[in-house]
């Protein structure tokens, strides 16, 4: 019942800047994180960026200060604006939603494909 789409992804050069969203649809509870995470090839997934509904955010130390994520809760959409894009930054960036103390009860995206390369 819960949907979340992403989008936004594509190719862009080292240095450049991309911004990707996260639209979340179905019976969602008002307080509730959403994250980013992202894939490389070969690679696990690991959290870029979180943010509660309260505005709280988390970054990984490997996009402090070039990543900005957000969210409008009215809309439960997440977005995640990348900035000063390193080829290493290239993976598919996937939306998750979640809920504390609720185990069990999270949900994925399907991604989408961020390319960073000259």
């Known amino acids: 019942q819960v949907q979340l789409v992403e989008s936004g992804g594509g190719l862009v050069q080292p240095g450049g800047s991309l911004s990707v969203s996260c639209a979340a649809s179905?019976?969602?509870?008002?307080?509730?994180?959403m994250d980013w995470y992202r894939q490389a090839p070969g690679q696990q997934r690991e959290l870029v960026a979180r943010?509660?509904?309260?505005?709280?955010?988390t970054y990984a130390d490997s996009v402090k200060g070039r990543f900005t994520i957000s969210r409008e809760n009215g809309k439960n959409t997440v977005y995640l604006q990348m900035t000063s894009l390193k080829p290493e930054d290239t993976a598919v960036y996937y939306c998750?939603?979640?809920?504390?103390?609720?185990?069990?009860?999270?949900?994925w995206g399907q991604g989408t494909q961020v390319t960073v390369s000259s």
């Open positions: 943010i509660t509904s309260g505005g709280t955010t």
């Open positions: 998750h939603l979640w809920y504390l103390g609720i185990e069990g009860l999270d949900y």
């Open positions: 179905g019976s969602i509870f008002a307080i509730n994180t």
